[in-house]
């Protein structure tokens, strides 16, 4: 095909195109290296190409907890919860960053939420436990402080 015919719209079989990169496993590959402000621009590149997908707005605000940035991620699973008001992970993780910013009342909300519809799997049990304990310790304050993140793993 002559130049003259792809400047003007014609297609060539054995031009090479551009091709989109998965910009979301990217990201998880970044944040399994622990370089999660490269995550964070994988991500935004993801959103771009789709805006309302849950795993990477969920995936997105983790990477941003992580890096400090509770502002942000409190924006991205407020965003998920807007296409998916169900969506027992953001409840869960919003409501944990709305208990360091001091908002314990949203918090319970989004806790009350998680347990609700609380997620399904082997390991659901110790996050629902962990939800629950966080509860008690904000409706009654004098049990004690809200307890620790359950590490995972």
């Known amino acids: 095909m002559s130049w003259l015919n792809r400047l003007f719209g014609g ?4 031009v090479a195109r551009p091709q989109r990169l998965d910009y979301l496993n990217e990201a998880l590959l970044l944040e399994r290296q622990g370089d999660y402000d490269a995550a964070i621009t994988s991500y935004r590149l993801a959103l771009r190409d789709h805006p309302d997908d849950l795993r ?3 995936n997105m605000a983790i990477a941003y907890s992580r890096t400090g940035r509770l502002e942000e991620a409190i924006r991205a699973y407020r965003r998920s919860l807007e296409i998916d008001p169900s969506l027992s992970g953001a409840h869960y993780g919003l409501a944990f960053l709305l208990i360091k910013r001091g908002d314990a009342a949203a918090a319970e909300k989004h806790l009350e939420a998680f347990l609700a519809r609380p997620p399904d799997g082997a390991e659901s049990e110790r996050w629902v436990r962990h939800a629950e304990a966080t509860l008690e310790s904000l409706r009654n304050p004098s049990v004690g402080g809200a307890p620790a993140e359950p590490s995972e793993g």
């Open 11 to 14: 297609k060539a079989d054995n």
């Open 56 to 58: 990477v707005l969920q």
